[in-house]
């Protein structure tokens, strides 16, 4: 029997549920996501990797080879990375560039002169952004002594050199700080020995201004010092140019004699 549609008592919402008692197969059910598009994962946000840069040493003689530990986390692929060095006054520069090890270590060397501030630079790859770390390390200045005036040499049983000088002679020294430090202050040092106690009786003479080509001469008068063993010595007293921290020469030893 044919069914008028003016004899359904329900909205046709409920077909559906009416398609099971007609013997039609009845539909699954549809999430209602499923009316949308399949969307591509979105590509995951780029993350920043840990690099630092250290040293073992912060305060370094002049001329010292240091050797910088450059440290790179976790990347997707690239384990490049570059340091740059900007010593005190200079523009930056390239040191060098080179893979971390599977510990994640870089060991660049470098012969430092000044203050000088290590830049580590992690370039980025598909997956990393690009990340850097700075590390400043210092380095003191270097004096370089010498004496004249003195008539000959002798070496003591410990091994130590000494100059000799009559007590009419006149003693020079001569200082030289590395790196140029024109208008800085070298101050000169003496200490007189004392059989008993050692070297002792420090004495030291004000500040000369170092010439325009980083150079100091001392005079010293003699005649009263007849006897008597000594040693003298340059400091460097760093100044308005802060590029080295303040250093001695070494010493220099030497003996009066009538």
């Known amino acids: 029997m044919r069914i008028r549609p003016t004899t359904l008592r329900f909205p046709i919402a409920l077909g559906c549920a009416l398609t099971g008692a007609l013997g039609l197969p009845a539909l ?57 060095a900007a010593p005190a006054g200079e523009a930056r520069r390239l040191v060098a560039a080179g893979d ?46 010498r004496v004249a005036g003195y008539y000959k040499t002798s070496q003591s049983g410990g091994g130590l050199v000494y100059y000799a000088f009559h007590g009419t002679d006149a003693l020079a020294l001569h200082s030289t700080v590395a790196p140029g430090k024109p208008g800085e202050c070298l101050e000169p040092e003496t200490q007189q020995y004392d059989p008993g106690a050692g070297w002792n009786a420090d004495t030291r003479y004000g500040c000369d201004q170092l010439d325009g080509k980083s150079h100091d001469t001392a005079p010293f008068a003699l005649s009263r010092a007849v006897g008597t063993r000594y040693r003298i010595r340059g400091d460097y007293v760093r100044g308005t140019d802060t590029a080295n921290l303040s250093a001695p020469g070494a010493w220099l030893y030497f003996i009066v004699t009538r």
Do not use: C, M, Q
């Open 28 to 84: 699954p059910a549809v999430p209602a996501a499923a009316s949308a598009s399949v969307s591509v994962p979105a590509t995951a946000a780029k993350v920043k990797p840990p690099i630092s840069v250290s040293s073992p040493v912060t305060d370094n003689p002049y001329g010292a080879k240091v050797t910088i530990t450059v440290t790179l986390g976790p990347t997707f692929s690239d384990r490049r990375v570059s340091l740059y």
């Open 100 to 145: 971390v090890n599977a510990e994640g270590k870089w060991y660049p060397t470098y012969t430092i002169t000044r203050a000088t501030t290590f830049t580590a630079v992690f370039a980025g790859d598909a997956h990393d952004d690009p990340d850097w770390a700075s590390r400043t390390l210092t380095a003191y200045a270097r004096v370089t002594d």
